[in-house]
Structures are given as C-alpha cells and as structure tokens.
C-alpha cells in the first residue's frame, strides 16, 4: 500500500524508555536514498479520523507490539518535515513517553506495520552521540531536553 505524502499526516508516537531509564525503544526501517543504512524510528504511527492522539498511541502500541503503556505521560508536538526515497513527507508528531508492558527483548525483537510487514525493534541509547542512524522525528530529542529541565 502507498503513502499519499501530498498531505499532512497526523501521527502519535512513544519515546519507550527501558526498565534503567538509558534506552528507548524505536522501529528500524529500511535503507532509503537518504539513509541508505536505514534509520530508526519511535514507536507509533497514525491518528485516525475522529480518533484522540492519546487513544492513537495506545492503540498503535497494542498493534504493533501487543503491549500496553504504563505511566503515560504527554511530552508535546513536534512537526516533522523530510524526506524519503526523493519525495517529501510532513507530518505532526504528538510524542508521548511511557514504559511497555511487556518491555521488548533487548535482541530480535520486533513490531507488524498495519501492511503486515514485521519490522525489528532496538534500544536506542539516550546518550546517542556514537550512534550512526538517524533517528525520525528529529526534534524528539530537542523535546526530551525540554521536559527534563
């Protein structure tokens, strides 16, 4: 199924830290012509029409990862404007952060895409100045920085 990015895409999405508090948890998707290495993720995806941003991330997370949220808590909104495969996205990112229950295996983990697709889950480290992938929305981590002052 294709993406229509001609418009602007509503999204709620989980910054999932683990039980230490030194990781999260995010999506790897695959290699793209700008990010030929791929790229992580957060966790999350789509509001639907007539649906709350709250109820789309809890619904997301229980889709894609057979999990609940505990603790869930609104860190804010994001806009997210890129670009993948040569064509533009944008999209409005509401972010949220809680815990998963049950907590995703540290290794060969992984989430279903609404398409069927299985998709690996990692551990992003917070202090990620080493790590070589990107990570969409680029702003979450400004956002991080922002709600723990």
């Known amino acids: 199924m294709s993406i229509d990015r001609r418009r602007i895409r509503v999204k709620a999405m989980l910054v999932a830290p683990n ?3 030194t ?4 999506s ?3 290699p793209t012509l700008e990010n030929p290495r791929g790229y992580h993720r957060l966790i999350g995806g789509s509001v639907e029409f007539g649906e709350t941003h709250r109820a789309a991330v809890k619904r997301e997370v ?3 990862l057979s999990a609940a949220i505990c603790n869930l808590r609104y860190l804010g909104v994001v806009e997210n404007i890129f670009q993948i495969d040569g064509e533009t996205g ?18 060969d983990a ?3 895409e609404s398409d069927g697709s299985v998709v690996p889950v990692v551990w992003r480290r ?3 100045s080493d790590e070589q992938l990107p990570i969409y929305p680029a702003e979450v981590m400004r956002l991080l920085e922002t709600s723990a002052e």
């Open 19 to 21: 039980t230490g508090g």
């Open 126 to 128: 917070f202090d990620d």
């Open 110 to 112: 992984t989430l279903t």
């Open 23 to 26: 990781a999260h948890a995010v």
């Open 28 to 30: 790897l998707s695959a």
């Open 90 to 107: 944008h999209e409005i990112v509401f972010v949220y952060t809680g815990h998963l229950d049950p907590e995703p295996a540290v290794m």
């Open 62 to 64: 229980s889709e894609e």
